[in-house]
């Protein structure tokens, strides 16, 4: 008899904004590098202590009237994203009849375990978020995208878990900003729509400059890869995912209070000692951790690496909001993509050794220090450095920040008891944690990895609060 299938559609609808409105929104110069087929995804898991039916006779109608309210303000989101072949550029459409996928399954998975820190197989996770898929007017050869869907996966008497995946052309904090605003409607009872009023999404594009003429460079870039997507590009499928390469785990490493002060207080000491570095007053918690990972992970996936292989370059990529860091004011709600592109080298060497830990902690000060003076110093370069990280070096990403308060997105059942994303081998993913002042860091291993990695991060945590 064959085994019973694990996730279950229940139900699958399209919900559209309370009002429609025809429309187009062109993308500006710092969102073409991330037009193409670039997703996010993040899941939001909740204590539900009820059946599906109770769920869907419920909570559903509530989710979704409130989703048509939210929409009303984020209209776009409802829209698709349009590419044209060259010279035509990408834009964003909405129509009346605009509308976004809300899918509803039913699951016989562990959700304590899935919502745990634990190692999780990455394909089980994959299972949890809605896929976006490309079609295309094949006479005009134009792609088309959807820009968000939706999907609930209900764990029945357990939980259930709010996944989004959206197309990169709106950044986190503009996603952050709709799951805000959708939830705090939805806990209202769809009455209270203070917080999307007081704080809507600006959709003007005239308020980013362009002096450098990088809308021209970025184009070109544009240009240059699409050409290759028909080739990457399954029409009617999602692209690859990196869970379909292996066995991947995804866990996260909480890093407390006391963690971070200690790793600040070791580095600030050992920096003083050194007369040729002058060393900062304060470290942010951003700077310790990510470094403490970055040369960690270093240290555990390449401890036998011979001679040449020590020489190579090893880059810590994360990107930093321009909104209140241009010369000019940018609104807070600002809706697309508001980021520029921070980088950290070293050689391999340079992070394995004893001080590998400093020496990432100078390195990303640099980069953030360079970002503060001059935000886009150097972005008419970033694909061909994008290349070079990619072929001739290795790469950590980051993705997430703590600063989007992604515990704080109540629905009316109260915080999520875990928030994760989904990425890639070469990522790490940051949130604020749930239950103090610290971080989660989340990161996905090959199967047996893990283990190893952890035992590494608690030796040298140990070490360092014993100096």
Known sequence: MAEPRAHKLVEKSQVGPAISKTTSLPLTFLDLSLAGPVYVRRQFFYKYPHATHYFCETT??????TLSLTLKYFFPLAG??????????????CTDDDSVTLTILESKADFNHLSSNQPKNLKELDHLVPKLTCTTIHEEDTFIFPLVALQVTIFPNHGFCMAITYCHVMDDR????????????CRSGGVDLTLVENSPPCFDREVLKDPKGLEAIFLGDYFEERSTWKDKLIIGQTPKRACDDGDYVKATIVFGRDDIESLKTWVLNHWKKKDEFKAPKYLSKFVVTGAFVWASLVKARYGDDDNKEEMKEEYFRFAAD????????????????????????????????????VNAI?????????????????????????????????????????????????FGFGRPIKVEMLHSFKCMSLAESTNEDGLE?????????????ISVIEQQLVAFKSL
């Open 60 to 65: 559903l109608p509530a989710l979704k009237h």
């Open 80 to 93: 698709n994203l349009m590419r044209p072949p060259p010279p035509h550029k990408p834009f964003i459409r």
């Open 174 to 185: 503009c996603c952050s900003h709709f799951m805000k605003s959708w939830s705090s409607i």
């Open 322 to 357: 321009c909104r209140d860091r241009l010369d000019y004011p940018i609104p807070a709600t600002y809706f697309g993509n508001c980021l520029t592109k921070c980088y950290a080298t070293l050689k391999r060497k340079d992070l394995k050794g004893e001080g590998g830990f």
């Open 362 to 410: 100078m390195a990303i000060e640099r980069a953030i220090t360079s970002m503060k003076r001059k935000p886009l110093e150097g972005a008419e370069n970033w694909k061909t450095l994008f290349t070079k990280m990619f072929v001739l070096g290795s790469t950590l990403l980051v993705t997430g920040s703590p600063k989007f308060t992604v515990y704080e997105t109540d």
């Open 441 to 453: 860091v989340g990161l996905v291993f090959r199967s047996g990895e893990f283990e190893y990695f």
